[in-house]
C-alpha cells in the first residue's frame, strides 16, 4: 500500500555520485574530481527521511504517492540503467573506471575491478529482486547510457586498445555483441525504434566519428556516419521521438594543453525525413539541421568533460508516450510522437556553461534554460485536467516540478515566441533523481544514495503524482 505523501515529507540524502553543487554559472563538474579518477564519493551521513519546512512551500502544492523499494549497490560514479516499462534495473558495484576510461579517451584501461548486476523491480514496498544468471559476465564490462525492455547496454574496453558495445538481455543475462572491432566504439545510446548511435575513432586517432545505426521493423538499416576534420562528435541523445536526435560537437584541446575546447549542440536528422510508412525506408544520409554553441572552451565547461556531465543523468531514449486518439493507428511510429504530448521530440542536457538544465526544441531552435543548478530532469503532465506540462527536476533544493510550454503552445500576432518556464516547486525537499517508465500505475521510480556497512548503495522508490494546485505564496 503506498504512502500518501504531501509536499516534501520524504527527504532522501544528496546524490553526491554525480556532480558537486556548482556555483550560478559555474561549469558541472563530478563529485570525482578529473585530476583524481575514480576517487570514492563522500555521502552524506544521517536519515533519509525528515519533515519539510512548511515555510519552504511558496507558490504550488504538488502531492504525490510513493512506495519504498529497498536498495541496490553501485560503484558511486555510474548512475543506474532502467528498462522503459520499470521491470528492470542494472547496476555497476565494484571498482569505478577512471577518467580515461570513462572518457574513452587513449589511456584507458580495462575495468576489471567492476561488476554488472540487475534486478527486478516489484509494485509493493521492499520488492527488489536480484536476477540470477546462468552464467557470471565477464570481468572488464562496463554499464552503458542506454535500455530498452529486452536488454541494457554494456561497454568492453580491451587491452590492445579497441572497446566493444553489447547489450545484455534482463532476464537470461546473454550478452550480444552490437560493435566488435579494432575502434573504439564508445558512448553508445538506443534510438526509440532501436536505433543505434555511438562515438567511432581509430585506435590513435584524436577526432571521433558519428555512427548511426537504424534497425527498423524491417530488419534493414545500414551504417551512416557523421565526420569532420576540425571536430569530434560524441555523446548522441535521443528523446521519445525517432525523428531527429542530439550530438555533441567538441573542438579540439588547445594548444596549451587542456581537456578539450568548445562543445556545440547539433540536431541531426537521418534522412529520409518524411513521415515513413508502416514499413519505414532505411535512411540514406544524415542531416544537420542546427547548431547550437554552448560553451567556446574548456575553462567555460566545454570540452570532452563538459559533454559527459551534460548527459551523465539523463534517460536515453525517454520512454516513448502513449498513443492518443490523434495518432493514426496504420502508422504506430510517426504522428504518435508530436501528439501524445507537448514535451514530445524535445532534449534534455544540463548547460555545461550554465550550469543547469536545458530543454533544445528542434523544431523552433529555442533553448530554455530550466531551475539553477539542476542536474537532472524527468518529463511530467499534471493531469488531463489542465493541460499542464513539465519536468521534475534534480536540485541541490530537492525535487522540483517547474511547468514548461513550448513557443508552438503559445498564440501570438507578434511572431513567435520562446517557451514560457513556470516557478519551481518543491515535491521532495532533498536531491533525487526521477526516472520516467511507462508503467500507467507508479510512472516513476527514485534513485536517493544510502550508505550500510561502508558500501554504496542507491535507495529506490515508486512515485505516482497525484495532483497539482496552486496556493498564494505564505509569509
Known amino acids: 500500500m503506498s504512502r500518501w505523501i504531501t509536499p516534501g515529507l520524504v527527504a532522501l540524502a544528496a546524490l553526491g555520485c554525480i556532480t558537486e553543487h556548482p556555483k550560478p554559472a559555474a561549469p558541472v563538474r563530478t563529485a570525482a574530481s578529473p585530476g583524481a579518477p575514480g576517487a570514492p564519493i563522500q555521502l552524506p551521513a544521517g536519515p533519509l527521511t525528515r519533515p519539510i519546512d512548511p515555510r519552504a512551500t511558496i507558490v504550488a502544492r504538488v502531492v504525490v504517492a510513493m512506495v519504498p523499494l529497498g ?46 548486476l540487475a534486478f527486478q523491480l516489484g509494485a509493493k514496498a521492499g520488492e527488489v529482486t536480484a536476477v540470477i544468471w546462468p552464467q557470471v559476465l565477464a570481468p572488464g564490462l562496463m554499464l552503458g547510457r542506454s535500455a530498452d525492455n529486452q536488454g541494457f547496454l554494456v561497454e568492453a574496453p580491451q587491452a590492445g586498445g579497441a572497446r566493444w558495445i553489447g547489450r545484455i538481455a534482463w532476464v537470461t543475462g546473454q550478452l550480444t555483441w552490437l560493435v566488435q572491432d579494432a575502434n573504439v566504439n564508445a558512448h553508445a545510446t538506443l534510438g526509440p525504434r532501436g536505433e543505434l548511435a555511438y562515438a567511432r575513432r581509430a585506435a590513435g586517432a584524436e577526432r571521433t566519428v558519428l555512427v548511426y545505426r537504424a534497425v527498423g521493423r524491417n530488419g534493414r538499416g545500414g551504417e551512416l556516419t557523421l565526420a569532420s576534420d576540425a571536430e569530434s562528435y560524441d555523446f548522441p541523445v535521443f528523446s521519445d521521438s525517432p525523428r531527429d536526435f542530439l550530438v555533441f560537437a567538441i573542438s579540439p584541446a588547445p594548444a596549451s594543453g587542456g581537456v578539450g575546447g568548445g562543445t556545440d549542440a547539433l540536431i541531426v536528422r537521418p534522412e529520409p525525413s518524411a513521415a515513413p510508412p508502416a514499413e519505414p525506408p532505411a535512411p540514406t544520409s544524415l542531416l544537420v539541421r542546427s547548431r547550437l554553441t554552448l560553451s567556446m572552451s574548456s575553462a567555460a565547461g566545454g570540452g570532452r568533460i563538459g559533454a559527459f556531465q551534460a548527459v551523465a543523468a539523463i534517460q536515453t531514449p525517454l520512454p516513448a508516450p502513449r498513443r492518443t486518439a490523434a495518432a493514426p493507428a496504420h502508422n504506430p511510429d510517426a504522428d504518435a510522437y508530436s501528439t501524445a504530448s507537448p514535451l514530445s521530440g524535445l532534449f534534455l542536457f544540463c548547460h555545461p556553461e550554465q550550469a543547469r538544465m536545458a530543454v533544445l526544441d528542434p523544431e523552433s531552435g529555442s533553448l530554455a534554460l530550466l531551475a539553477p543548478a539542476s542536474i537532472a530532469a524527468a518529463p511530467m503532465a499534471e493531469g488531463t485536467s ?90
Request: aromatic residues 8%.
Open 71 to 116: 536498495s541496490v549497490p553501485y560503484d558511486g560514479q555510474v548512475l543506474p540503467l532502467f528498462s522503459p516499462d520499470g521491470r528492470f534495473l542494472a547496476t555497476q558495484t565494484g571498482q569505478a573506471p577512471s577518467w580515461p576510461t570513462l572518457l574513452a579517451e587513449p589511456a584507458a584501461t580495462v575495468p576489471a575491478g567492476t561488476r554488472i
Open 386 to 475: 489542465n493541460g499542464q506540462y513539465g519536468y521534475l527536476l534534480t536540485t541541490p533544493r530537492g525535487l522540483m516540478y517547474q511547468r514548461y510550454a513550448s513557443p508552438s503552445s503559445v498564440p501570438t500576432a507578434q511572431g513567435p515566441m520562446g517557451p514560457t518556464i513556470g516557478v519551481p516547486v518543491g515535491v521532495v525537499p532533498d536531491p533525487v533523481l526521477a526516472r520516467l517508465t511507462t508503467d500507467e500505475a507508479q510512472p516513476y521510480v527514485l534513485v536517493g544514495p544510502q550508505k550500510e556497512g561502508g558500501q554504496l548503495r542507491l535507495e529506490l522508490f515508486r512515485m505516482r503524482p497525484e495532483s497539482s494546485t496552486p496556493e498564494p505564496a505564505r509569509r
